[in-house]
Structures are given as C-alpha cells and as structure tokens.
C-alpha cells in the first residue's frame, strides 16, 4: 500500500486528494443514513443489516463497513449515534483539495459539497434557531419501501462513481503539471489497501485507469452509468422534495449531466462578460 509518486511533496498532495474523496465518500454515507432514517422511517440497527447486505452486492468498501459497526451499536438501551452531537470537525485536507482544484481550473464538486456540509453543520446553534422559526415540514415515504431502498442503494453507486472520476480528474492534472513518475493505476492500487478509501471500485479503477481512459470515458462506466443514473435522479428528486438536504448526491448527479451535454449555457456567460465589461470572447466559427 506504498509507492514513490514523485519528487517535490507529491506523495503529500496525492494522500491530501485521497482525503478529499473521503470527504465526500462519508457525506454520501451521512446523506444516505439521513434518508433511510428519517425519510423511510428505519431504524439505526436495520440500517446497519441493509449496508451488511450491501457489502454482498458489489459496494464493498471500508468505510461502509465502519459505518454499520457504528450503527449497529448500542448506548445502553439507545443507538449509540443518537448520542454523538451533529458537528463535524475537520483538519484542512478537504479545503486544500478544494482550493488546489480551483488553482488547477477544475470542478471539484463533490469534495467542496462535503466540505460545505461540514461548516454548515458547524452552526448547529444557528440551525436549531432556524428549525424553529421556519418549522419546514419533513416527509416521510410511503409506497414501496425495498424498491426505494434498492434505488438508494443504486444512486450511491453511481455517485460514489462520479466521486472518484472527480479525485482523479484532479490527480491527473497535478500528475501532468508536475510531471509524477507513478501513473493513476498506481495510486488506485496503493489505495487498495491500509486507507480509508479501499474498496471494490477502488480495485476496479486499478484495472479501469490502465486504459488511459478518463473514469467517465471508460466504456464499463460508461454503460453502468447509463442504466444506473436514473435511481440516482429519483433519490434526489424525492429527498430534495421531502425537505432533506442531499449535497453531494445533488453535487454528484449536477456534474453528471453538466459532463454529457456537449452544449453548456457558458456562451450567455461569456457573452454577458462581454456586455457589461468588454472581455474578450471566443466565437464558435
């Protein structure tokens, strides 16, 4: 689970993007517990057995796994995570990964979602204020439960996906900038093991990276994303409409759709840039 990546700090800044990825890899685990939680009415122990069941069904991954030991475990009579306070800490590594994609000129849309995430459940006094002054109504789901569990399930494959292909978006960039001797295949393979990232998809990018391809471009992902994104327009679209809060799902699925359409509305914002200031613009002929 090592290699030499590269002179310079390189392997600093290829274990700094590895923790922006968990950035988001948790927020997505938080999204989805919140969702199954408070909008299928389950309870923290059944939710833990569904991410065992998972685990079968080609999610494997480390983080999945903590999270239903943590789940599963009790505070004497109660869920152990009901007694833990809704802040989360953080140490800089999301916000450099953040902050290098910006000097780089990529979208890092996943990772600054769940960084957002983190700082806006930091103002938990100010959240409890607004709760109470503007009482949104908080749905819950009715109809077929395991069939929204599986497009739950589908969802955060897909954009566990998208995750990744962001990471290593960025990683590519800083790899071609400061000319690193390990390839992207490497540093998928020494994230194969002894890191909080390992996973399934983890092994299957070693594979997937081999190619040269970009994570999107990939023939493989190509076609699961295809059959496989719908689930993740559904979750969205329902738990954005039943008052829940789904940041990097919604991050995730909005850079999906903003990737495949070859045609973006960044003409009007070049063509506004041009009205208001004179900046110069490029004309498609």
């Known amino acids: 689970c090592c290699s030499y990546i590269g002179a310079g700090g390189a392997g600093h800044y290829v274990k700094m993007v590895h923790n922006g990825i968990e950035y988001a890899e948790m927020q997505l685990l938080a999204e989805v517990y919140q969702l199954l939680r408070y909008y299928c009415q389950v309870e923290p122990q059944e939710i833990a057995g569904i991410f065992k069941a998972w685990k079968e069904a080609g999610l494997a991954s480390y983080l999945l796994r903590i999270t239903a030991d943590i789940l599963a475990q009790k505070d004497g009579d109660a869920p152990f995570i009901d007694t833990v306070l809704d802040k989360a800490g953080q140490k800089g590594t999301g916000s450099w990964s953040v902050a290098s994609a910006m000097d780089l000129g990529l979208p890092s849309s996943t990772i600054s979602e769940a960084l957002m995430a983190r700082y806006l459940s930091g103002m938990k006094d100010e959240r409890i204020s607004a709760e109470i002054k503007y009482n949104l109504p908080r749905q819950t789901f009715s109809g077929d439960k395991q069939k929204f569990i599986n497009n739950v399930r589908d969802g955060y494959r897909v954009a566990r996906i998208i995750n990744h292909a962001i990471g290593f978006h960025l990683l590519r960039e800083a790899r071609s900038t400061n000319e690193w001797e390990a390839g992207l295949s490497e540093i998928a393979r020494i994230w194969t093991k002894g890191c909080i990232i390992q996973s399934q998809l983890m092994g299957e990018l ?80």
């Open 206 to 285: 070693v594979v997937i990276l081999e190619s040269g391809n970009r994570v999107l471009l990939h023939d493989d992902i190509v076609e699961h994303l295809q059959s496989s994104t719908p689930a993740l327009k559904e979750l969205v679209a329902a738990g954005l409409n039943a008052g829940y809060s789904l940041p990097v799902f919604s991050a995730a699925l909005n850079y999906y759709l903003g990737y495949t359409w070859g045609q973006s509305p960044a003409n009007l914002i070049q063509a506004q840039r041009y009205h208001f200031g004179n900046h110069p613009f490029e004309r498609i002929d």
